[in-house]
Nanobody, 124 residues
């Protein structure tokens, strides 16, 4: 089993930055692809970013390209999401997810483990 715990959320003004972190425990996720998803009130959970096991392949949803960056540190069993130029529409609960596969995936049904989420609120 893998446990995922997100941190780094909070309240920030539009144009600001936040760095989310996801700590994995229970077993190494070094060979798992990882992803970030988000869910705004009244909306379905949506894909944000994904990274392959090596970090060599990443993918982003169009609305965050050029603003967000996903990275990982396999030695520390950590995954990060750097969020810059934040907009009010980025407000959501952000979830970290792990996939028992080395390759990336942009749909939530491809992930096996989920964290509890961290709230990100961007004020205008």
């Amino acid at each position: 089993q893998v446990q995922l715990v997100e941190s780094g959320g909070g309240l920030v003004q539009a144009g600001g930055s936040l760095r989310l972190a996801c700590a994995a425990s229970g077993r190494t996720v070094s060979f798992y692809a990882m992803g970030w998803f988000r869910q705004a009130p009244g909306k379905e959970r949506e894909f944000v970013a994904t990274i392959s096991w090596s970090g060599g392949v990443t993918a982003y949803t169009d609305s965050v390209k050029g603003r967000f960056s996903i990275s990982r540190d396999n030695a520390k069993n950590m995954v990060y999401l750097q969020m810059n130029s934040l907009k009010p529409e980025d407000t959501a609960v952000y979830y970290c997810a792990a996939r028992r596969s080395a390759s990336t995936r942009t749909t939530s049904d491809g992930y096996d483990y989920w964290g509890q989420g961290t709230q990100v609120t961007v004020s205008s």
